[in-house]
């Protein structure tokens, strides 16, 4: 018999235990598409009706609060131009993305009768075939009786043209009056040159912050209508794998059904999602489950460890019709094969030298391990794709202990081994990605152009290999995306991309443990990077592409902000005297997290005035969000959607923060002052120990923390599942205990006669 609770905490304790039971058995089926769902488990019907109402209950706290497609069409008030699509042989194509897209954005769109079809433009999309050896180009043209015509050759492309549209409709300087040269006017007439043949993004899912299935649906539409089509989802162990329980266990997982649904949502809008998974060495979470421990103790190449990827790569596979599997080469495999290779087999005089006979006995290993994993895939029908650094190998002195980023090894990698563990891969198709985190342009330069002497010579091989630049988005560990920073790391490596004819690009947004970065920065990330990939030529300017962005996010991703206000929030990690760009510090996680009296980060910021710049950025946000409330009332809606404003937490973590470092400064002076009034006073009291009438700046603090903790509980519960949430809610515990501890320490201190 279980007894529940009513604290939040054990509602949420609860929830786990509930859906690992019934964790094979999939009970939800979510809408974009309406195809049935396949029931994993034997006996999965005789049990629906009683698992249903279990399931109801264990998520009643999710729907307390109102799920992202509940946002009010009056948050997104639109009185403007709207369309209607001409049914025709490409349009019938489009039928189910573009039905996705109405869903996502209806008051964009119009049903085929009444007063609004006879105000509407009208569109019509013409698909053209795809010459390998043309330049590949979008042309939106409007005819003299206003009809708009889309002409496309890819269906990625169709979707990127609509969103273009959209923003132009939502911006164009008049209302549903339309005319030939006002639509021009507005910006409905267009050509793109498609610079890449494919424009990617990765989304890590692994941290803890597993998007709500809508959610993910939602993403994939404004990911359509900004031009991606690849989405790549990281995952360690966050998917069922049939017949293993263990297998991200206590955690939401994907489902099958999570994956059926999901590709085939992102297939009808010329997207396709490409799995990214560890080898099974490098999940560190099976290190949890003795059922694992024998198997994580055996080496890389124990048949078991094999076998066992194989039904992980068919779990994420078969749902999704992937086409390719990004494998990512861990830390302890590589610690395995490459770091152990080092310790045997190099010398140390003046420099570095490798025993090259040892080195290439040893290398050998993992040139088997590596295409017994190519193998697998091919046995599957998917492409393997790898990171650059999988194959990799640099002797630097200091890359011993640490040969893992591929910036470790900056130029000097070892073109031999590099060759040798290429070719043990074979020649059927393989793809690899260089990832960048965090070159500057000219060392980037220099690495991918040293690369694509390896990869695109077919001296080396008779197939020559595919392959891609990811740029990292700077949002790991972070609760707000370094923007600023991004923006320079988007531009370099586009730049490079652009000048060595790379024509597969992609961007990630690492997430890190409880996943406490903020989604809405990241999707303006996404949208600066679409936008300049998409720029009219490679001369436009920041500020251009920028405009084009303050244009298009509001619009494309329904937030009710631009992106300059998202730029805003980078002050949260920017002290007001730091030159912007980039290095810049995950300064505000640190400062929220750290315990209030043993502080260490806060005494090293002593020369600057962080309690201002709290302050000011606090006013600045609070400025903006209540700009969107005083528009919500104008339009008459009593609508409380403070969560839904990407503004709302930054704004709540600057205000926690100007108070948290307020009281630290206050206690600080006062005890080295021995200062028993004024100490008295922080936490409400008199030197007798008597009770204040106001509120004391500790009790403020603490209303402060209550408050940042309730709104980020509720923008969680819009974006991801809840049984991540419990990480983060228990450090807001600790953090709350420990504020209310150092209250009863100083009482205690006050008292104290001696």
């Not at 443990?513 to 936008?531: N, Q, T």
Request: aromatic share 12%; charged share 25%.
């Amino acid at each position: 018999m279980l007894t529940f609770l009513s604290h939040g905490s054990a509602v949420v304790l609860t929830c786990f235990i509930i859906l690992y039971c019934f964790s094979n058995r999939n009970i939800f089926c979510t809408t974009c598409v309406s195809k049935p769902c396949r029931r994993i488990g034997k006996n999965g019907d005789n049990s629906q009706s009683r698992n249903q109402r279990l399931l109801d209950f264990a998520t009643k706290e999710v729907k307390s609060f109102r799920s992202y497609n509940a946002f009010p069409g009056s948050l997104n008030y639109y009185n403007g131009l709207r369309f209607y699509i001409h049914i025709n042989s490409d349009s019938i194509e489009l039928a189910e993305g573009l039905q996705c897209v109405k869903q996502r954005f209806p008051e964009y769109f119009v049903p085929d009768a009444g007063e609004d079809f006879q105000a509407a433009v009208k569109l019509l999309f013409v698909q053209s075939s795809l010459d390998q050896k043309a330049r590949r180009r979008i042309k939106v043209t409007v005819s003299d009786t206003n009809l708009i015509t889309i002409y496309f050759s890819e269906r990625i492309e169709a979707f990127l043209a609509l969103g273009r549209l959209m923003v132009a409709a939502r911006n164009a300087p008049f209302g549903p009056v339309k005319s030939k040269q006002a639509l021009i006017t507005a910006g409905m007439e267009f050509e793109i040159n498609v610079t890449v043949e494919e424009l990617g993004f990765k989304l890590d899912t692994s941290s803890g912050g597993v998007p709500q299935m809508e959610r993910l649906q939602d993403l994939t539409v404004s990911l359509s209508l900004y031009g991606y089509g690849t989405l790549f989802i990281y995952m360690e162990d966050t998917f069922v794998v049939e017949n293993e329980p263990f297998f991200g266990y206590m955690q939401k997982r994907f489902t099958y059904e999570d994956f059926v649904i999901l590709g085939k949502t992102a297939k009808s809008l010329g997207i396709e999602i490409v799995p990214s998974i560890l080898l099974i060495d490098d999940i560190k979470s099976l290190i949890n489950w003795p059922f694992y421990s024998s198997m994580l103790k055996a080496p890389p190449n124990n048949e078991a460890k094999y076998e066992l990827l194989h039904r992980v790569l068919l779990a994420v596979s078969e749902p999704l019709e992937s086409r390719r599997i990004h494998i990512s080469i861990g830390e302890k495999t590589h610690a395995y094969y490459v770091q152990k290779v080092y310790a045997k087999c190099s010398k140390y005089l003046e420099h570095m030298q490798i025993d090259r006979e040892c080195f290439n006995i040893e290398i050998e290993s993992y040139s088997k391990h590596l295409k017994r994993i190519v193998d697998i895939s091919r046995s599957l029908k998917i492409v393997p794709v790898f990171y650059t650094d999988s194959i990799e190998i640099c002797y630097k002195e200091q890359s011993i202990n640490r040969v893992k980023f591929s910036e470790d090894c900056n130029v000097d990698i070892d073109t031999e081994a590099f060759i040798q563990l290429n070719e043990a891969l074979g020649d059927g198709e393989i793809e690899f990605i260089y990832r960048n985190y965090a070159l500057e342009e000219s060392a980037f330069d220099k690495k991918i152009v040293l690369l694509s002497s390896l990869l695109d010579n077919d001296a080396f091989l008779k197939q020559k290999r595919n392959w891609s630049i990811s740029i990292s988005l700077w949002s790991w560990n972070r609760f707000w995306v370094a923007l600023y920073w991004s923006m320079n790391m988007m531009e370099s490596g586009f730049n490079v991309a652009s000048k060595n004819n790379v024509k597969h690009v992609y961007i990630t947004a690492w997430s890190h443990d409880g996943s406490e970065i903020s989604m809405a920065s990241v999707e303006a990330a996404l949208a600066f990077f679409s936008e300049l990939v998409h720029a009219k030529n490679a001369q436009n300017s920041r500020s251009d592409i920028m405009q084009r962005v303050d244009e298009s996010f509001k619009v494309l991703f329904r937030r009710p902000a631009s992106f300059s206000d998202m730029l805003i929030a980078c002050a949260l990690d920017q002290p007001s005297e730091t030159p912007v760009g980039w290095g810049t510090t995950n300064l505000a996680k640190w400062l929220t997290w750290e315990d209030p009296l043993t502080a260490h980060l806060n005494p090293q910021l002593a020369e600057t005035n962080m309690i201002t710049h709290y302050r000011i950025l606090t006013d600045n946000l609070d400025t903006k969000i209540s700009h969107f409330l005083r528009q919500l009332r104008i339009l008459g809606s009593e609508f409380d959607g403070i969560e839904y404003h990407p503004l709302s937490f930054p704004a709540a973590v600057a205000r926690f923060l100007h108070r948290k470092l307020t009281f630290y400064k206050m206690f600080s002076i006062s005890y080295s002052k021995n200062d028993k009034k004024q100490m008295a006073k922080l936490i409400g009291r008199r030197i007798d120990g008597t009770k204040l009438s106001e509120v004391s700046v500790l009790e403020d603090l603490l209303l402060c923390l209550s408050s940042l903790h309730s709104l980020h509980h509720r923008i969680w519960m819009l974006e991801f599942d809840p049984l991540g949430w419990a990480k983060i809610e228990s450090r807001y515990g600790v953090l709350k205990i420990r504020i209310e501890s150092t209250g009863k320490l100083i009482y205690s201190y006050l008292q104290d006669e001696s």
